[in-house]
């Protein structure tokens, strides 16, 4: 299977926004939909994101819709997401992940630590 590897995470304050990159190994096939959850220790894994193969449709948790946005560039076998108006709540670690569909994952990266304070 080919790797996923995570960028772009930080210390950012609130109210900041940051745009984290996946970069995939090998060629993203048009027909891997790839997600974006999130992860703080002691909590269950919390779906963000999805988008299908050709970008054509994308998915969202409500809680990120209008803050979040997702995106692909299947040239540069990357996927994106966009994050605006940061809250100390969105503290976690970022994983991107490969699955058949919007909020399952197959595999994924080790994650970038996003950190938002107040």
């Known amino acids: 299977q080919e790797q996923l590897i995570e960028s772009g995470g930080g210390l950012v304050q609130a109210g900041d926004s940051l745009r984290l990159a996946c970069a995939a190994s090998?060629?993203?096939?048009?027909?891997?939909?790839m997600n974006w959850f999130r992860q703080v220790p002691g909590k269950q894994r919390e779906f963000l994101a999805a988008?299908?193969?050709?970008?054509?449709?994308?998915y969202y948790a409500d809680h990120v819709k209008g803050r979040f946005t997702i995106s692909r560039d299947n040239v540069k076998n990357t996927v994106y997401l966009q994050m605006t108006s940061l809250k100390p709540e969105d503290t976690a670690v970022y994983y991107c992940?490969?699955?058949?569909?919007?909020?399952?994952?197959?595999?994924w990266g080790r994650g970038t630590q996003v950190t938002v304070s107040s």
């Open positions: 988008i299908t193969g050709t970008g054509d449709s994308t």
């Open positions: 992940a490969v699955g058949p569909g919007p909020r399952v994952y197959h595999y």
């Open positions: 090998g060629r993203t096939s048009s027909t891997i939909v």
